[in-house]
């Protein structure tokens, strides 16, 4: 027969005790590791939902961002709460690169908002991105990647369509608007003649035209190429045939050195954000090229005065007949590189002139998609 086993009560204690034990060195090692599996390779530690709390965000956005990529989550905690469009950084696809950059961007542009940035930022590279703005006539597959980099300084919602919004990146980007001034600067392309593109990208070096031909005084003297001076004479005949205008050439054709003189001048009196807008660096000036001039209502008249002019208005309007266009328009100095500049115009001869004003284009991206 066999004895039947009885369990004494201290040694069921002693099992209870070593279970308990083993449960607990378990659920802590698992803690453990589940910690360790938050930690990136750059070693961030995980945020929790109340350390996010206590930087002020809601319950659900704490909870939320708690459940973030730890080097992410250290982004988020860098910068202020009203300030982060958390959602987005919650949103699938996006990454921490892109929130960095979101967060610069804001910092520079306040007005802007996170959302739209970080959207169209989180389809760059993507077939969606592409087809975007290869929605735009103007289009060069060339700038593919600055379009979408580029599309993170425009705020939508300012636009009244997606379609004028487009054209606002493109332009700026084919215009060179995106890259800094007067780095990794081209040498223009000489052989281009009367489409030479001068401008904050472009150099014409020390080069120097040679048919320039004196400009008759009682149109203001100066020298100009002899290729402009019939066209220039029929527009200031043009005008003048009308009722009260006038117009004066002022500041054709300035040598290197004239220019060096002049901004340097500038730069000296105003500062380099002024001068920056208003003179072109040495090698940079259109005037250099015998291809631009600035006019007046009147001789002795201040440039800034010619803004608003009956004069201004009407070149606007029929500068192109005589081969001419207005090369700095208003609210373009972001592609441009230079604020508005109704009395400077730019000869590139009656055919593009004419091409050039129907289709509302700026000469540098005219140059970039025809020319260049
Ligand atoms: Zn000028």
Redesign the pocket.
Known sequence: MKKKRHIRPERLLVVISAVLFVVCVAYGSFLFVDMKLHQTSNGYETVSASSFMTLGYNEDEARALSELDPELQHTITQYPVNEVNYELAVSEGMNKDNFVRCQDLLAKFSSADAHDLLTMLDKRGTEEADNFFQSDMYYIAANKDRYEKASALFYEEEYSSQAAYIRDIVEYVNCEGDLPDLEDVKDTDLSKDLLILVNKHTSYGQNQPEDLVEIKSSYGGGQIRDDVIDDLYALIDAIRSEDGLDLYVT?PYRSYDTQYDLYYSYLASYGSEWTTLHS?FPGH???QTGL???VVSYPGQA?SDFVGTAEAEWLAEHAHEYGFII??PQGEEYDTGYTY?P???RYVGKNTAEEIYRKGLLFDEYYAFFID
Request: charged share 25%.
């Open positions: 500041s072109a000036s259109e005037h631009a001039l600035d440039l090369r700095y500049e009395w400077h115009l």
